[in-house]
């Protein structure tokens, strides 16, 4: 498979975590915030790389400003959804991978995803809350369902996706056409529902992948990136 370029998409607020920061900001080691790990990782394998900016954008252009960056103007009244396509309006023809801003994960995985042959999306198995995102599959094993609101889930899909090119101007309409507050996961969904089978989950085993939301998402992601076997 040709290496696919990556979105990180970092223009949301995270009023959550209650930060002064964008959320890919946040220290998780000494010299180390979530957005730079997330850069070292994709680096490491040699991708290009697209930030999706908004809140405070010149704080994280300053961070590293040898990427290229897409502005999501409407950042306050838009989801993901809208930046990852303010993003996706630079790319044709080339798989993409996507991953939120505040998402810390093992290297690993990554390096699974560009294994896989088709497009996918990573899952982990765990028992869910209400405000995770969830998935379920078809009898051919395809994700059919993506979404928070989902009965019977199999486990969490941990907002790392790659999607082949060949369906990427089908999900850049998709994207335009749902609410502006509708996650990206709502376009995922009405792609699946117009093409058929196009996701497949990747489950990630015991490797460590965490979106972080609340603070103790954030000890826990510091706690584990402590561990030098896990950077």
Not at 66 to 81: C, G, K
Request: contains cysteine; hydrophobic residues 40%; aromatic residues 8%.
């Amino acid at each position: 498979m040709k290496p696919p370029v990556v979105i990180i998409l970092l223009a949301g607020i995270g009023g959550r975590l209650g930060l002064p920061c964008p959320k890919g900001l946040t220290p998780l080691t000494a010299g180390e915030t979530i957005f730079s790990r997330q850069l070292r990782i994709f680096r490491s394998f040699g991708l290009t790389i697209i930030g999706v900016v908004g809140f405070k954008k010149d704080l994280i252009m300053e961070a590293d400003p040898d990427i290229f960056y897409a502005y999501n103007p409407n950042f306050d009244t838009t989801n993901t959804s809208k930046s990852l396509l303010c993003a996706l309006k630079h790319i044709d023809d080339k798989d993409v991978l996507w991953i939120n801003g505040d998402v810390v994960f093992e290297p690993e995985i990554i390096e699974r995803i560009l294994l896989e042959e088709g497009s996918s999306v990573a899952v982990n198995n765990a028992r869910v809350g209400r405000e995770e995102v969830k998935y379920t599959v078809d009898d051919q094993g395809f994700i059919n369902a993506i979404s928070k609101d989902i009965k019977n889930p199999l486990g969490e899909a941990l907002g790392i996706n790659l999607i082949q090119s060949k369906y990427l101007a089908a999900f850049k309409k998709k994207l335009l056409i749902v609410d502006n507050q509708d996650y990206f996961e709502k376009s995922m969904e009405l792609l699946i529902a117009d093409h058929g089978p196009v996701f497949r989950p990747l489950p990630i085993g015991e490797l460590f992948c965490i979106e972080v939301d609340f603070q103790e998402d954030l000890d826990q992601a510091r706690h584990t990136v402590s561990d030098p076997k896990r950077r």
